[in-house]
């Protein structure tokens, strides 16, 4: 009989805690909403698996080692390897990172929380919430489906030309880097020819109940980043705040636990329809913040009850648990000579200009910080051409829960890999979860995005190429089908 277990701590922190998520370092000015981390663990009698979810911009900087530390340190039963850690990637959740780019400029003047303080505090909180969904596990059953909500949209608008042909394009820094698509261009541009990919609306819910057949908890698996409320500059999980609220309301105290599917290429937000967009929720909705993001929430949950009335109807409490951990190497994004003579040239432009020192400290931080944070991109690449890295390592989860599955990677996965996974496995529903547990998240494209170029999809913002995005693809499979056969 199959076991399941919750648990969640909040993780929002009050003083000037470091807000990540823009070019430049934001400090937060308080809590505007609930932050949390999320556990559910899963146990058969002879397999465990522990999956957690993070209301932050990224899983990365080894955090998921600490936090398997920490969860050793107080229950050596629990298999911590087997801990799947996901990042709704909120671009207004705490700063943990030990080292940034960030870190260039000076912080004179500035008061924030260290680091290393909200490091401590995460990886504490993670921690319980683990232990809480371990020691709290009962017999239970799950049923899964899936339905369709819009919530991403693609972001990568294409055109007929070359943008850095264009007056006022071609003189830009940071190698001029968009080509034929440009991350939120403007699409009505008369060269605008249409979106560089597709999207996917379909959520995926798991749901779990105990022994009286009561619902405890979902997991809900979107293909779109939680970026509604990137700029502000107050601690905030986006519009999981709003799903969570909603579904809670309609089915009591419930653990939600949220996954982004890969969706490196996409965003809560429809380009080329944004004034309609803007006027519909300004009529239907009163609080101006909250937008776009109880719209999303009020789809999902639309999604959620259409999927549970008819995926309730088969309760599993048997099934084959499985948890196996791949590390596979991947080929690196190849570096030219020229452009790591380019990469250090940009870094001689940018080291060349002096940062910011006035009397007005907050301005002089956010501008200092991207100062920093242009400086810091190249000497990345000037590194990984010096160091000559062509493979990296990366860990990824494959999960066998009876006839549904579940496969992780730590990148902003474009959509398309997604699609090709899900189509080539073996099993009735594969939920994919990008932005897991990593030493390093950055954007992982497809060979078209690479040649269009344009942010996410150039060696500033990706290590991994289109090429090591096909092996991820085929390692992901040949995992699949081990689980499957076993």
């Not at 399941?4 to 370092?25: E, N, T, Y």
């Not at 969904?133 to 339905?147: L, P």
């Not at 099934?319 to 080929?331: C, I």
Request: contains cysteine; aromatic residues 10%; negative net charge.
């Amino acid at each position: 009989m199959l076991k399941f277990g919750w648990g969640k701590r909040s993780i929002a922190m009050d003083g000037p805690v470091g807000i990540i998520g823009q070019p430049h370092l934001r400090i937060s000015l308080g809590v505007r909403d609930e932050l949390l981390v999320t556990a559910l663990v899963i146990d058969d009698g002879n397999e465990i698996s522990v999956m957690l979810s993070g209301d932050l911009i990224f899983a990365d900087d080894g955090i998921i080692h600490d936090v398997r530390a920490a969860v050793r340190e107080k229950n050596p039963e629990i298999p911590v390897e087997k801990i799947l850690f996901n990042a709704t990637h909120t671009h207004t959740s705490l700063r943990y990172e030990r080292c940034t780019d960030y870190d260039i400029a000076p912080f004179d003047g500035i008061e924030m929380t260290d680091p290393e303080v909200c490091r401590s505090f995460l990886t504490e909180r993670a921690a319980e919430a683990v232990l809480e969904a371990y020691e709290t596990r009962c017999e239970g059953s799950y049923s899964y489906g899936y339905s369709y909500a819009v919530v991403g949209h693609h972001r990568r608008p294409i055109y007929t030309d070359d943008l850095r042909t264009r007056p006022g394009e071609a003189g830009a820094r940071a190698f001029a880097v968009n080509k034929h698509a440009k991350m939120y261009g403007k699409t009505n541009d008369p060269a605008f020819s249409g979106y560089e990919g597709n999207v996917d609306s379909a959520v995926y819910f798991l749901f779990t109940f105990d022994k009286e057949e009561h619902l405890s908890g979902v997991i809900v698996n979107v293909a779109c980043p939680s970026q509604c409320s990137e700029q502000l500059e107050q601690l905030s999980a986006d519009y999981w705040v709003e799903v969570r609220e909603l579904i809670r309301q309609q089915y009591g105290d419930i653990c939600v636990l949220p996954q982004c599917a890969c969706a490196g290429d996409i965003a809560p937000r429809c380009l080329h329809a944004f004034a309609a967009e803007r006027r519909r929720n300004s009529l239907k909705y009163a609080e101006e913040a909250s937008h776009a993001r109880m719209d999303i929430a009020e789809r999902i949950l639309a999604a959620l009850n259409e999927c549970y009335a008819w995926a309730s109807k088969e309760k599993i409490g048997e099934a084959k648990l499985f948890h196996s951990v791949r590390n596979v190497e991947l080929e690196a994004w190849e570096i030219t000579k020229e452009q790591y003579l380019a990469a250090k040239e940009e870094y001689d432009f940018y080291s060349s200009q002096k940062f910011e020192s006035t009397d007005d400290k907050i301005a002089d931080f956010k501008k200092n910080t991207k100062l920093g944070w242009l400086r810091g991109r190249c000497e990345s690449i000037i590194r990984r051409y010096e160091e000559n890295i062509d493979r990296r390592k990366v860990e990824l989860h494959l999960i066998r829960l009876g006839d549904v599955a579940f496969a992780s990677n730590p990148f902003e996965l474009y959509t398309a890999y997604q699609h090709r996974i899900q189509a080539r496995s073996p099993f009735v529903q594969t939920f994919t979860v990008q932005l897991s547990a990593a030493d390093t998240c950055d954007y992982l494209p497809t060979k078209l995005a690479s040649e269009n170029m344009g942010y996410g999809a150039v060696i500033q913002s990706c290590t991994v190429s289109p090429k090591g995005g096909d092996t991820l693809v085929e390692e992901t499979i040949v995992g699949l089908e081990q689980l499957y056969r076993e």
